[in-house]
């Protein structure tokens, strides 16, 4: 077995398949609908991860739920009577049709299917199985494929500092709270976010998109190649930003973006300015008690943006470590420079030195998931586990706080304290 697949028996309780990854983007725009053409076990796989951001989404996702036979000769009449009844019971502003890894290899034309079904809505079909790549990757193919149905006129008259955030997802772990976050901090810096694709945006705000003067990818595994696609189409100029995570990285984050569209930061400056005194004040509190946030090593492991952008962060402002490692999910082109880690391994290439890594992990904090700290539970291990990237077992999030920005900066201290405090605490 290769190193690839032996990591993937791992993996597969982290990434999930890029039938997800299209769900996730076309059930973020308003009055979309998906309808999976496969198994009920992928139809429920998917809802499993996506109702975790939207607990009524299963409302707006449908399955087509063929047989076994139709797996061999032909998904058509499953596929039809899937579409009679949300003809009959919904009205979404555009459907996506998706196939399965299985129904994918019987090749049925399904936008023909769907045209023979006379439906009185916009209707999008794709291939999406897990054999096509990971989350991110149905996430970017559903986004490209949406341009290229709606192909909009571009506008010549652009919107003064109006912006798209691209690669944005409410399905990653606080994605809903780091959003609101960012386009707060946006707006505070007089920008205007013109259209959130994928993350709440309605059909027709998104056919404003042509007018923003920048496109702000967040995560790059998930927005850069639509950047590239829609300045290739209208021009529109994008920046790879990342994620802003602490009051640095969000001053850095936010000059980034300054440097392609110039805007007046400086409500922004005074803001992080005042939090950071506020901070300061409670954490060398916290110091003169507990000692410095130190720990011996330190395991960040997440979606590409995630993992590199709080890794970066991690250095910058928040802790002192010995030795920092950084487990990738993707492959990232645009944000690999600038993370000062001492070891940067990928899912998809590290996967036995990865394995070895959390089997020998002692006296470790892992900004990861449930699917890292359960290795180091079974291994008895002695660690500190801060979730950021889903899968989560271990924690509630039930708050609007943010990871991200300035309010997300003392959330993350807050988290990472606690857990400095409760390990030297002797009950």
């Given at each position: 077995?290769?190193?690839?697949?032996?990591?993937?028996?791992?993996?597969?309780?982290?990434?999930?398949?890029?039938?997800?990854?299209?769900?996730?983007?076309?059930?973020?725009?308003?009055?979309?609908?998906?309808?999976?053409?496969?198994?009920?076990?992928?139809?429920?796989?998917?809802?499993?991860?996506?109702?975790?951001?939207?607990?009524?989404?299963?409302?707006?996702?449908?399955?087509?739920?063929?047989?076994?036979?139709?797996?061999?000769?032909?998904?058509?009449?499953?596929?039809?009577?899937?579409?009679?009844?949300?003809?009959?019971?919904?009205?979404?502003?555009?459907?996506?049709?998706?196939?399965?890894?299985?129904?994918?290899?019987?090749?049925?034309?399904?936008?023909?299917?769907?045209?023979?079904?006379?439906?009185?809505?916009?209707?999008?079909?794709?291939?999406?199985?897990?054999?096509?790549?990971?989350?991110?990757?149905?996430?970017?193919?559903?986004?490209?494929?949406?341009?290229?149905?709606?192909?909009?006129?571009?506008?010549?008259?652009?919107?003064?500092?109006?912006?798209?955030?691209?690669?944005?997802?409410?399905?990653?772990?606080?994605?809903?709270?780091?959003?609101?976050?960012i386009k707060r901090i946006l707006e505070t810096a007089n920008y205007r976010v013109i259209a959130v694709p994928g993350a709440g945006s309605e059909l027709e705000t998104l056919q404003k998109i042509p007018a923003a003067q920048l496109n702000i990818v967040i995560?790059?595994?998930?927005?850069?190649?639509?950047?590239?696609?829609?300045?290739?189409?209208?021009?529109?100029?994008?920046?790879?930003?990342?994620?802003?995570?602490?009051?640095?990285?969000?001053?850095?984050?936010?000059?980034?973006?300054?440097?392609?569209?110039?805007?007046?930061?400086?409500?922004?400056?005074?803001?992080?300015?005042?939090?950071?005194?506020?901070?300061?004040?409670?954490?060398?509190?916290?110091?003169?008690?507990?000692?410095?946030?130190?720990?011996?090593?330190?395991?960040?492991?997440?979606?590409?943006?995630?993992?590199?952008?709080?890794?970066?962060?991690?250095?910058?402002?928040?802790?002192?470590?010995?030795?920092?490692?950084?487990?990738?999910?993707?492959?990232?082109?645009?944000?690999?420079?600038?993370?000062?880690?001492?070891?940067?391994?990928?899912?998809?290439?590290?996967?036995?030195?990865?394995?070895?890594?959390?089997?020998?992990?002692?006296?470790?904090?892992?900004?990861?998931?449930?699917?890292?700290?359960?290795?180091?539970?079974?291994?008895?291990?002695?660690?500190?586990?801060?979730?950021?990237?889903?899968?989560?077992?271990?924690?509630?999030?039930?708050?609007?706080?943010?990871?991200?920005?300035?309010?997300g900066a003392g959330h993350m201290l807050q988290r990472l304290w606690n857990l400095k405090i409760k390990a030297q605490l002797p009950y």
């Amino acid at each position: 077995m290769s190193e690839t697949a032996e990591w993937g028996n791992v993996c597969s309780r982290v990434d999930t398949c890029a039938l997800t990854g299209a769900a996730a983007f076309f059930t973020g725009i308003k009055g979309a609908e998906v309808l999976v053409n496969g198994p009920l076990w992928c139809y429920f796989y998917a809802l499993r991860h996506l109702e975790k951001s939207n607990s009524r989404l299963g409302e707006r996702f449908h399955g087509s739920q063929p047989d076994n036979n139709a797996v061999v000769y032909g998904t058509e009449e499953c596929l039809t009577d899937a579409l009679d009844y949300i003809r009959e019971n919904r009205a979404p502003s555009i459907l996506l049709i998706e196939n399965s890894c299985s129904v994918s290899l019987i090749g049925d034309d399904i936008e023909g299917i769907a045209s023979k079904a006379k439906l009185p809505f916009s209707v999008i079909g794709m291939d999406s199985g897990g054999l096509r790549g990971g989350f991110a990757e149905g996430y970017s193919k559903a986004s490209i494929r949406l341009w290229q149905y709606l192909d909009l006129p571009d506008i010549k008259i652009k919107c003064r500092l109006g912006v798209n955030l691209l690669g944005a997802t409410t399905a990653y772990f606080n994605g809903r709270n780091d959003l609101e976050e960012i386009k707060r901090i946006l707006e505070t810096a007089n920008y205007r976010v013109i259209a959130v694709p994928g993350a709440g945006s309605e059909l027709e705000t998104l056919q404003k998109i042509p007018a923003a003067q920048l496109n702000i990818v967040i995560n790059e595994e998930l927005g850069l190649e639509t950047a590239k696609y829609l300045k290739e189409r209208y021009g529109t100029p994008y920046v790879v930003a990342g994620i802003p995570y602490g009051l640095k990285g969000t001053l850095r984050w936010l000059e980034k973006i300054a440097e392609v569209l110039p805007s007046d930061l400086e409500s922004v400056r005074e803001e992080c300015v005042k939090t950071q005194e506020e901070l300061l004040a409670a954490v060398n509190e916290a110091r003169c008690t507990w000692g410095e946030l130190w720990f011996d090593k330190i395991i960040v492991a997440a979606p590409g943006t995630t993992a590199f952008c709080i890794a970066q962060t991690l250095r910058e402002e928040w802790a002192d470590t010995e030795k920092l490692t950084v487990i990738c999910q993707n492959t990232l082109k645009d944000l690999w420079e600038p993370v000062e880690a001492d070891e940067i391994l990928l899912a998809e290439k590290d996967s036995k030195k990865i394995e070895k890594i959390l089997q020998q992990a002692d006296n470790t904090l892992i900004l990861g998931s449930s699917s890292e700290s359960s290795v180091l539970l079974r291994e008895g291990k002695n660690f500190w586990c801060c979730n950021i990237a889903y899968p989560v077992q271990d924690e509630v999030l039930l708050a609007t706080a943010p990871f991200a920005g300035i309010r997300g900066a003392g959330h993350m201290l807050q988290r990472l304290w606690n857990l400095k405090i409760k390990a030297q605490l002797p009950y």
